[in-house]
């Protein structure tokens, strides 16, 4: 297959939704040649839209130009859960679009990111259960999810 796969890459939803690292690395570590290669395996693998979570508008341009939807919804570290449905509603429009395979990315995939992909599932009605939505965000992404994270995830009521 051709272009290099991003770091961290892990479908949540097969098909549907993903998360990875910035495409292209971050910091003083992101290169535009990487970038270029990512967004050609994303392509590849069927991503058509990039949801970033970081504060402006890096590479959307780039994005744009290789012919992937963009969406941002700039996050901080210590999200407030009360901010997380607003998150929600993004991705949730960003997936509306038929046929959408969305490619989520921070800088890194931490438990912030984490937690709110497994508050999305509870949020989409996917999972009911927010322990069963931590148990499976946690088998998904292969990282155990703190207290940062699983505050993220809504209690249904």
């Not at 970033?52 to 890096?58: D, H, V």
């Not at 901010?83 to 997936?95: C, I, K, M, N, Y």
């Not at 939505?133 to 998904?140: D, G, N, Y």
Request: hydrophobic letters at 40%; glycine letters at 12%; charged letters at 20%.
């Amino acid at each position: 297959m051709a272009g290099l796969e991003p770091k961290g890459f892990t479908w949540v939803i097969t098909g549907r939704l993903a998360v990875s690292e910035r495409i292209g690395g971050y910091g003083f570590q992101h290169r535009r040649v990487r970038r270029e290669e990512e967004v050609v395996w994303l392509l590849a693998e069927g991503v058509n839209t990039v949801f970033s979570l970081l504060p402006g508008n890096q590479n959307q341009a780039a994005y744009e130009a290789a012919g992937l939807r963009y969406f941002n919804h700039p996050i901080v570290p210590d999200l407030d859960p009360a901010e997380a449905p607003g998150v929600f509603a993004d991705l949730d429009e960003a997936l509306s679009r038929r046929g959408a395979c969305v490619l989520v990315h921070h800088d890194h995939i931490d438990d912030t990111v984490v937690g709110l992909l497994g508050g999305y599932l509870v949020y989409a009605g996917l999972i009911k259960d927010p322990v069963m939505a931590t148990s499976i965000i946690q088998e998904i992404t292969g990282r155990p999810l703190g207290p940062e994270g699983r505050r993220l995830i809504p209690v249904p009521g």
